[in-house]
Structure formats: C-alpha cells, structure tokens
C-alpha cells in the first residue's frame, strides 16, 4: 500500500512539475508577444512645420524634438520636448498654444498636449491648464483638468473640465467659479 502512494505522490510530482515548466515556458512566449518595440520612424530636431489650406497658411508647429511614430499600427507623432503652435484664422489674426510635451495622433487627429499648457489668443484672452486636447478636425479644444480662463482684462474664470471653440467664441464648462468685470 504504501509503494503505491508513493508511486501516485512521485507521478502527481512529475505531472505537476511538468505542468508548471510548461506554463512557465508558455507565460515568457506571451511576455515576449507583449513585448512592443517603441523605435521611431524617424526623428527630426528643430522643426518648424507649416500647414496650409488653399494657399493659405493656417497654422505652425515648432519643436526642437519630434519622433515619428508611423511604423506603427496606430501611427503618430511625439514631441517629447515639447511645442509652439501658431494657429492662424481666416482673417490672419494668430492664437498661440505652448505645452511641455505633445502627441499628435494621425488617425484621430487629435492632439494631446500637456505640462503647462497656455494658449494665448490674439486679442489677450488666455487659458491654462495641465492638459489639453486639441481636435485638429473639428477646431476644438477640451480638457476634464483644471484649468483658468482670463479675458486679458480684469475677469477669469477657473475650475475642472471646459471645451471651446479655438477662437475662444464658444465655451462649455462643467463646474467653474470667477469673476467676470466690464460685461457690455
């Protein structure tokens, strides 16, 4: 009797140490699946890209540092050092939007941009916050972080969560506290 629950206790051994050479072989082939290559495409120091639209320049991107991500599935672009932007409507008037660092995502055209974001508008208006969206399609800004808004005068406006139009016409804002001064 007792050979045999040795014989069982050795083969329940060998089975499970089998077992588990297995899964461990299995799990280091899906680490290695897991395992993405981040190289960039390319890379590209002190840009300054221009984009026009029937002739017309209407906007410009500068960044001393762009890694270009096109190789992969979901293509995009990263500044890790961060971007200038000139945003130029149709009557020349330019907006200036400034962050730390910035993806631009070809897909979506969305641009993610964040660490101390600022836009500034070309008549004084300026809006800050630690991250931002900016739906190159659409022409529209959005963030869920804090953020504060002033006029250039005397009013602002601050709180979590705003979307608005790039030229500061149209605004949507969830909950916000301020002052607003000299209202005509």
């Known amino acids: ?16 140490s089998g077992f588990l050479s297995s ?24 840009i300054n890209l221009k984009y026009t639209d029937s002739g017309k320049v209407k906007a410009i991107l500068v960044s001393p540092l762009m890694l270009d991500y ?3 599935k979901y293509k995009f672009n990263e500044f890790p050092k961060g971007i200038h ?10 907006s200036y939007v400034v962050s730390d660092y910035a993806i631009s995502y070809d ?17 004084g208006k300026e809006l800050q916050a ?16 804090n953020f504060k808004f002033t006029d250039g005068k005397e009013s602002y406006l ?13 605004f949507n804002m969830q909950r916000n506290t301020g002052e607003i001064n000299n209202v005509e």
């Open 1 to 16: 009797m007792m050979k045999q629950f040795v014989s069982g206790a050795a083969l329940v051994i060998i089975t499970l």
């Open 23 to 46: 899964c461990e072989s299995n799990l280091k082939d899906v680490q290695r699946i897991n395992t993405v290559s981040f190289a960039p495409a390319a890379r590209s120091e002190n």
């Open 85 to 94: 932007l000139t945003l130029i409507d149709e009557a020349g008037k330019s």
């Open 107 to 123: 897909d979506t055209k969305i641009i993610d941009l964040q660490g101390n974001v600022k836009i500034t508008s070309y008549d």
């Open 158 to 170: 601050e709180g979590p969560g705003i979307d608005f139009s790039k030229d500061f016409k149209v």
């Open 70 to 72: 096109s190789n992969m």
């Open 130 to 145: 630690p991250q931002l969206y900016y739906d190159q399609k659409n022409e529209w800004f959005y963030t869920e972080k």
